[in-house]
């Protein structure tokens, strides 16, 4: 198999017959071996039953959830599907258009990009809703991350097989797919400006707070990238130089207290300075941080997957 297209959908029976109409008009001047996969994530329309009636003309597989676990988790079912060589998701709602299927393939195939993300240079999303917070957004993870993509949140994407094979995708961390797939060691990311149309059919699943999820989730892949295997260098640092802080501190003006009284001047007792209670604090956190790290470590090193590494070659 050359070839998989996965594509998640939720409510999109209208644009089916259409887009399967037209992957297959890019698709068959090629001599492709390829494959789609539908994940229907729940739907509460028709979609099922339109995937149903497509599959009797294409090639085509469908997959149906009993109710909506979101795009990661229908991606991550399309991934375990895939048999293509190379795989391309996009989204069914036919802003992402199949003309870029061929393209990104041969990218992927022929000039060895590990992934091919898609950059929807011109967007017919509304300006404030969409289009500013999508920069904002896609300037902060490439900050965080150090994959410099204009958009990749883009649901049109390309990536060779064992790239796909070797992440695990939960949660919403389908917006980071390329920043997983670099911490599993496929590095090669490119990106390909890809025409963006106007939506067609209904109306779009996700609101405002998508950003807000995607920063956060940002945030944890961050760390486990980071810490998930070795979490006391963080919590066990930190807790460190808090109760050295506030230890440091508590001496400090004790050590003033028995000078100032030796030499007969007037003091001030250590339990009536509020910088001894501030310095007590630290220590009480300072100790937690480091116990936090110190349960964090062990549950590290008893977890199944901590020498679950992925092996990109053998001989």
Not at 114 to 133: E, H, Q
Not at 134 to 160: E, P, Q, W
């Amino acid at each position: 198999m050359d070839l998989t297209i996965v594509i998640p959908l939720y409510n999109e029976e209208e644009s089916l017959p259409e887009l399967s109409q037209e992957v297959e008009r890019e698709l068959k001047e090629s001599s492709l071996k390829w494959q789609l996969i539908f994940i229907d994530d729940g739907s509460s329309d028709n979609s099922w039953g339109v995937i149903k009636e497509l599959s009797e003309s294409y090639p085509i597989r469908g997959v149906r959830f009993s109710r909506n676990y979101g795009k990661s988790a229908a991606l991550y079912q399309g991934f375990k599907l895939a048999e293509g060589e190379v795989v391309i998701t996009m989204d069914a709602d036919l802003q992402d258009s199949p003309q870029e299927i061929v393209p990104i393939y041969q990218m992927v195939k022929e000039e060895g990009w590990d992934v091919v993300s898609g950059w929807k240079k011109k967007r017919y999303d509304n300006l404030f809703s969409k289009r500013i917070p999508s920069k904002i957004y896609n300037s902060f993870a490439s900050f965080v991350t150090g994959i410099k993509l204009h958009d990749m949140n883009c649901g049109l994407k390309g990536y060779r097989k064992e790239v796909i094979k070797s992440i695990e995708l939960y949660g919403e961390m389908h917006r980071y797919i390329p920043y997983l797939s670099k911490n599993a060691g496929y590095g090669k990311i490119g990106e390909r400006v890809v025409k963006h149309n106007p939506r067609k059919y209904g109306k779009s699943k996700f609101g405002i707070s998508r950003f807000v999820n995607g920063y956060l989730d940002l945030l944890s892949l961050w760390f486990l990238s980071k810490f998930g295997k070795r979490p006391m260098h963080l919590f066990g640092l930190a807790g460190t130089l808090t109760f050295i802080l506030g230890g440091s501190t508590a001496l400090y003006l004790m050590i003033e207290k028995i000078v100032t009284q030796a030499k007969g001047l007037g003091y001030r007792a250590v339990t009536d300075q509020p910088l001894f209670y501030i310095s007590l604090v630290a220590l009480i956190i300072g100790v937690q941080l480091f116990l936090a790290g110190f349960l964090a470590e062990l549950i590290s090193r008893s977890s199944t997957d901590r020498n679950n590494y992925s092996i990109r070659e053998e001989i």
